[in-house]
């Protein structure tokens, strides 16, 4: 499992806007990295729209709100549009990155759905010179991020 003061792994994933996005083109800038299980689903939903109503809050302590599923970026482009999420989303649809932050369920929902390497519920803090400061790998897919300790950690960054 990655460890606070751990250099953030690198990544370059398909946008749901087209085009790639790499975590190193955000040096100099704090990043809120998020893994969500699935597009389109209750508690990523009201997850990622908890983020996109408090984008200003975020965009204040200098941080980038970045947001990764293994959805396709054409599913994610559709739910980007229908919520109005005012951030990237990311697919990591070949399930690379979320295996280097040790943020994959093997199964998900076992023994209904059977899903295999769906992304775990997590959240990433990633000061500007892309270190680890804030760590948070959730085993309950029904649990949210705990929002003030993001913003805490964005704000002993600053």
Not at 15 to 30: I, M, P, T, W
Not at 91 to 98: Q, W, Y
Not at 120 to 133: E, H, N, P, T
């Amino acid at each position: 499992m990655l460890q606070i003061g751990e250099n953030a792994p690198g990544f370059k994933l398909h946008s749901a806007d087209g085009g790639l996005v790499e975590l190193s083109s955000f040096k100099g800038k704090n990043v809120v990295l998020l893994f969500f299980p699935l597009a389109n689903t209750g508690v990523c939903t009201k997850e990622l729209c908890s983020f996109r109503d408090g984008l200003a809050r975020y965009n204040s302590l200098n941080a980038q709100v970045l947001a990764v599923s293994v959805d396709s970026p054409f599913s994610l482009k559709l739910w980007k549009e229908q919520q109005k999420f005012n951030f990237p989303l990311l697919s990591d649809f070949n399930k690379e990155t979320i295996a280097k932050y040790d943020a994959m369920y093997e199964t998900f929902v076992p023994g209904e759905l059977d899903f295999h390497g769906v992304a775990k519920r997590s959240a990433f803090v990633i000061d500007k010179s892309g270190i680890l400061q804030y760590v948070e790998v959730l085993e309950n897919a029904g649990d949210e991020p705990n929002y003030e300790k993001i913003t805490a950690a964005l704000e002993k960054l600053q």
